[in-house]
């Protein structure tokens, strides 16, 4: 049974019957474990209790053979084990004893040099929401033969084709890769309609190099010219024409994912020969409706890759919420995809989990410090411990603001940036 069940009423001038009782004084409320920070039920209110002041000042009003004769004064601090829903804007606490952590004597006068310190940060926190998502390439689509015949080449998977490129061959004919939004849908020769396939065909052409004039819709002597030096460049015969079947369209340059047929297949038209994708790298994600607000086109966002690394990113698209299945049932989520900066930062990932993380509020130029720095007073509320330069500690009383990632924001008088604050020795 420890002493706190066995300590028996004194008189007023009546010694101390064993020298390690426990003394009970108005100001200096006995607690145990609290872990929420709330005082005991017959603890005195505030205002009847007297102010509290630092050890200090306090070891030196009192007499050594008082200090010497009193066992060690729990005091409850903030534990590290803080848990932290940062994106409800709430922090949880809990509490233990670090008298018991760390051998140390509240009321101690000399100057303890075995206490651990953090040091008093001045910056800004931001929250965040972080999300699971899915890395894979962007754009997936499939390139199809539009004229019959055999397969006589076709690229690794893997392969990066650019503006120009050999797509495949049939017939050991080049099938040539060109950019446009549109397919290839019929052939380019004098007295076609205008449209806006003879205007993209026109900005590929120029871009190699071939036309020099404005591109527009319309098929004339400028276009048939580039034609020829196109087909001449890649051992064509140079008619000026371009049949159906000869080039693919595709947005941009493309990666090769899959392939649809074997060299030697035959194949006619809407085969699809390969399946490919875009270079970007993108992160789909199914978010939870109630963070939509988070998920604006172009904000910037972090992406944790497997093995740790942590790469920028910003967000593309936003779609329509869509009931989806879940491990808990149906829910309601928002599509939102995510393109990384830099795709090489994740040239080695073909598909992976990765996590993405939003940032929800910031504030700015505050002072922060460990979540396990905070103490728990008897009446509610916290307060750190600071370690002044001649080694005395002192507590001061202070509110809480933003929990982010184990630190707090704090403010309270006497409090500066480069202070060190006591934190448990675990």
Do not use: C
Not at 99 to 116: E, I, L, S
Not at 207 to 230: C, K, M, N, R, V
Not at 341 to 353: N, V
């Amino acid at each position: 049974m420890n002493d706190e069940q066995n300590d028996e009423p004194r008189g007023p001038g009546e010694s101390p019957g064993r020298a390690d009782s426990t003394e009970v004084r108005p100001d200096e409320p006995r607690r145990d474990d609290l872990g929420s920070g709330s005082p005991p039920a017959t603890e005195p209110s505030t205002k009847d209790r007297p102010a509290r002041r630092s050890r200090r000042t306090r070891a030196a009003a009192e007499p050594a053979d008082t200090r010497a004769g009193r066992r060690p004064r729990r005091r409850i601090v903030v534990g590290a084990l803080a848990l932290l829903l940062v994106a409800g804007g709430a922090g949880g606490v809990y509490a233990f004893d670090r008298a018991q952590a760390a051998g140390d004597d509240a009321d101690a006068a000399p100057p303890r040099a075995d206490v651990v310190t953090e040091t008093i940060v001045r910056g800004d926190l931001t929250g965040s929401t972080r999300a699971q998502g899915s890395l894979e390439h962007s754009g997936g689509s499939g390139i199809s033969a539009a004229t019959a015949g055999t397969v006589t080449e076709l690229p690794d998977p893997g392969q990066q084709l650019g503006l120009g490129d050999v797509a495949f061959r049939v017939d050991n004919q080049p099938i040539l890769l060109l950019h446009g939004r549109l397919p290839a849908w019929r052939p380019f020769a004098y007295g076609m309609d205008d449209g806006p396939d003879v205007r993209q065909l026109e900005e590929s052409l120029a871009a190699l190099g071939h036309f020099d004039g404005e591109p527009d819709d319309t098929f004339g002597w400028p276009t048939a010219s580039a034609i020829q030096a196109w087909q001449g460049e890649n051992g064509l015969r140079k008619t000026g024409e371009i049949e159906l079947g000869r080039i693919v369209f595709t947005s941009g340059d493309v990666r090769v994912g899959s392939l649809g047929v074997a060299v030697g297949d035959q194949v006619g038209p809407g085969v699809e020969v390969l399946g490919v994708t875009g270079l970007d790298k993108i992160v789909k994600i199914d978010l939870e409706l109630r963070h939509q607000a988070l998920a604006v086109p172009d904000k910037p966002v972090t992406v944790s890759l497997p093995g740790g690394e942590d790469v920028s990113g910003y967000v593309t698209s936003v779609g329509v919420p869509t009931e989806t299945e879940g491990p808990t049932g149906t829910a309601v989520r928002l599509p939102v995809t995510v393109t990384l900066d830099d795709a090489e930062a994740a040239a080695d990932l073909q598909q992976a989990s990765v996590t993405v993380e939003f940032a929800s509020e910031t504030r700015e130029d505050v002072i922060h410090v460990p979540v396990a720095a905070l103490l728990a007073q008897p009446g509610g509320g916290f307060g750190v411990e600071v370690r002044e330069a001649d080694g005395t500690i002192d507590l001061i009383t202070v509110e809480t603001g933003m929990f982010v990632d184990g630190r707090v924001e704090i403010s309270g008088d006497g409090l500066a940036e480069g202070q060190e604050v006591v934190v448990p020795s675990l």
